[in-house]
């Protein structure tokens, strides 16, 4: 067996069994409490740059499979667990969860005390931490890590660097991506919707060219205020389109309406969270990812309202602007994994297109979409400003 040191900033130490790549990482060390669903929480790009520590027990358990992907490669820095079994089973299998962190070269630590970490994630809040080898001079790594600034583009790292749209659909979507969840697409095709997927630093112009019934925000990693100049995109559009913003997006749109956000000590980060909306006193069971929330103090003053509230610790879930086709949720409504309690968000964007289709009529035929694939194509050359 080779060990594996999990170093974290306050000096703590953990040693447990390696796995996975070979990799020695320095990341912001989270955990989830989802009891499933590891197979998307390593794909979801809002886990960028983060070591994930699993809170259950048995990880990688039925294996990885080619369907439950959230993005075409995992992202994640490193992967936590108390237990890894040695086979899988499971009748979708395809290969173990540690040849799949071999191959994208994510290194792994099982065997530790999980209970021990998370109890002190959540008494200290996240922290930097860095998986290390056999051989390494903790004492060295220890002063290494603390001078270690974490990066902050991590929206850059998983943005799409060119726009491309969906099978075509009654609604046209246009999609910023800030790190997205391919099950938001799997909503929104449900739905009737072609999705033109564009990057997160397209200009206003190069939206109003794909003429769409409606706008989404994506989830994504990092700090909202780390964007800059997206702000202003939004605020631009949210005058002509319906726009409906998930997680990263719901804090963005807050954002560009005057609002302030702020970092939680230890995020929301699992499958069980309970969200109350406060017109209706509907309580959703949610999926959860992210380190960031929405400051309530902020939105007096501003066209937000609060719509929904995490019932754990009361913070802002759902939002929706007082004037204007606009509103966000913290969650994510179309879950992978997670309870489908709340994909009826979905549904009240549906609305808000309508509405727009109804009071801004058009001669064009409204079963059909706003854009065939060349025009799209045409609509978003020469190549958006900022693209790299």
Request: aromatic share 6%.
């Amino acid at each position: 067996m080779t060990t594996r040191t999990l170093l974290l900033a306050d000096g703590t130490r953990y040693v447990g069994e390696a796995f996975g790549g070979e990799a020695e990482v320095t990341a912001e060390v989270v955990f989830t409490t989802g009891m499933t669903g590891y197979q998307e929480t390593l794909t979801d790009q809002s886990y960028n740059g983060q070591i994930v520590a699993f809170s259950y027990p048995l990880i990688g358990n039925t294996g990885i499979n080619r369907d439950d992907m959230e993005s075409l490669f995992p992202t994640t820095s490193g992967v936590i667990c108390r237990e890894v079994p040695r086979l899988a089973s499971n009748w979708r299998n395809r290969t173990s969860l540690d040849v799949f962190l071999r191959l994208h070269h994510i290194p792994g630590l099982a065997g530790i005390d999980t209970r021990s970490l998370v109890r002190r994630l959540r008494t200290e809040g996240v922290m930097k931490g860095a998986l290390l080898g056999p051989d390494a001079d903790l004492e060295v790594a220890l002063e290494k890590l603390r001078s270690t600034e974490l990066p902050t583009d991590q929206v850059a790292q998983v943005s799409t660097r060119t726009a491309y749209p969906s099978p075509l659909g009654g609604y046209s979507v246009v999609l910023f991506d800030f790190g997205l969840k391919h099950s938001i697409l799997r909503e929104l095709a449900k739905r009737g919707c072609a999705v033109t997927v564009v990057p997160h630093n397209i200009t206003a112009e190069r939206v109003r060219a794909l003429a769409p019934d409606g706008i989404m925000l994506s989830n994504g990693p990092g700090d909202p205020k780390s964007l800059t100049g997206v702000g202003e995109v939004i605020a631009e559009l949210e005058e002509e389109y319906p726009i409906f913003g998930i997680c990263l997006g719901h804090q963005l749109l807050c954002l560009a309406n005057g609002a302030d956000t702020y970092k939680l000590p230890f995020g929301h980060r699992g499958f069980n969270h309970p969200v109350k909306d406060l017109r209706t006193d509907r309580i959703d069971f949610t999926s959860q990812n992210h380190g960031y929330a929405v400051d309530p103090e902020s939105i007096p003053g501003t066209e937000l309202e609060i719509t929904q509230i995490e019932l754990n610790d009361r913070t802002v879930e759902g939002v929706v602007h007082r004037r204007l086709p606009a509103m966000s949720v913290q969650y994510h409504p179309d879950a992978a994994a997670g309870p489908h309690d709340a994909a009826h968000i979905f549904d009240d964007f549906i609305a808000l297109m309508d509405a727009r289709r109804t009071s801004h009529p058009t001669p064009r035929d409204m079963s059909q979409p706003v854009l065939a694939r060349g025009a799209v194509t045409r609509a978003l050359m020469p190549a958006t400003e900022g693209n790299h």
